[in-house]
């Protein structure tokens, strides 16, 4: 049987589904729209299917992107996931966001630089992880509120941050040499691939009872100020 997994990512504005074989991305559907992932997740899903001449009950395992990230995005796409594990009878995998960012990241290869992917959260604060060169997780998931100073620390390193968290960051570091602002990186589930198959062959699964999304911090529902 060929280990055909089905990768969701919902966590940013992009809906994106793809599908690996043994670690290799072979396609992939995506798009960006405002509220998207409730009406076009499940239906690119079917797209990739039938453009690969794909079944369901060909899939070995479905991963996901488990956060942090959209509050409701991550609810969807995680709900997806476990849906489609439960009535497909096979595994339920998942992924922190920040870490598939990194996989997927095209890395200049040099010992002094860092690499930051960050998540917008709002105004100034980001969701984000510090990685070495090598691939060492240096600060774990954390919400930071970014200001001149939150890299002083690295003064000696080159950084670069990218992410949709770093698109609003050009300005704040403009007098920064040592820090790069990459507005370049597309967020995509294809960067699941490696780490989902890893994830797979050593039986590193969620239990579709009680997995839940990683939100990082807790959702504030906020009124429209007509109602306030």
């Known amino acids: 049987m060929r280990n055909y997994i089905l990768q969701l990512d919902t966590a940013t504005e992009i809906c994106s589904v793809s599908i690996?074989?043994?670690g290799?991305?072979?396609?992939?559907?995506?798009?960006?729209?405002?509220?998207?992932?409730?009406?076009?997740?499940?239906?690119?899903?079917?797209?990739?299917?039938?453009?690969?001449?794909?079944?369901?009950?060909?899939?070995?395992?479905?991963?996901?992107?488990?956060?942090p990230g959209s509050y409701t995005g991550l609810r969807i796409g995680v709900s997806t996931a476990k849906g489609l594990a439960y009535a497909l009878d096979i595994p339920l995998l998942a992924i922190n966001t920040l870490a598939m960012m990194y996989?997927?990241?095209?890395?200049?290869?040099t010992d002094n630089t860092l690499f930051i992917p960050m998540l917008d959260a709002r105004r100034m604060e980001v969701y984000l992880e510090v990685y070495n060169s090598k691939g060492d997780l240096l600060v774990p998931t954390e919400a930071r509120i970014i200001d001149e100073h939150s890299f002083d620390a690295y003064q000696n390193n080159d950084i670069v941050l990218f992410g949709s968290g770093a698109a609003k960051l050009n300005d704040l570091f403009a007098n920064k040499p040592n820090i790069h602002v990459d507005a370049s990186y597309v967020h995509s589930s294809a960067y699941m691939s490696e780490i989902a198959f890893e994830k797979f062959q050593h039986g590193d699964v969620e239990d579709l009872i009680y997995f839940e999304p990683f939100y990082l911090k807790e959702f504030i529902a906020i009124l429209p100020k007509k109602l306030i």
Do not use: M
């Open 20 to 22: 690996s074989l043994e």
């Open 24 to 67: 290799k991305t072979i396609g992939q559907v995506e798009a960006t729209e405002p509220n998207l992932h409730a009406s076009k997740l499940t239906v690119f899903i079917d797209q990739l299917l039938s453009s690969l001449h794909l079944q369901y009950s060909e899939l070995a395992a479905v991963c996901v992107s488990k956060g």
């Open 103 to 109: 996989a997927g990241y095209n890395k200049p290869r």
